[in-house]
């Protein structure tokens, strides 16, 4: 059981944070099949902050290779990205909205100029 008390689903041979992500897929996926949206994906990947490394080495062959990691990249997984009117939608099947999703969505809309559907 994750901290909100949303269960994982297994359907379709995946699987969904929450019966109200699965019930969205399967609603997105009739669009799809009905022409109203194209280009359906999940768990799609923006990278908000990239990772931060120290100063650049030289390795043993002489090329320049990544100093030590000092940061881990930011990241935002959009539960859902398709496209409607030729617009790119990015979606997010939210039961609780937590702190650092809003700054996510804040930095989604600085860095991409995306703003997130929240369903």
Do not use: N
Request: charged share 30%; with cysteine.
């Amino acid at each position: 059981m994750s901290k909100y008390h949303a269960k994982k689903i297994q359907a379709d041979g995946q699987t969904f944070d929450s019966r109200k992500e699965y019930a969205r897929w399967c609603a997105l996926r009739l669009m799809e099949r009905a022409g109203a949206i194209t280009g359906l994906r999940r768990q799609v990947k923006y990278v908000l902050i990239p990772a931060q490394y120290g100063p650049s080495i030289t390795g043993p062959r002489g090329g320049l290779k990544h100093g030590p990691l000092l940061e881990r990249e930011c990241a935002y997984i959009a539960d859902f990205v398709y496209l409607k009117d030729g617009q790119t939608i990015v979606e997010d099947s939210k039961g609780v909205r937590t702190k650092d999703f809003i700054i996510k969505r804040k930095l989604m809309l600085e860095r991409y100029g995306i703003r997130i559907l929240e369903t």
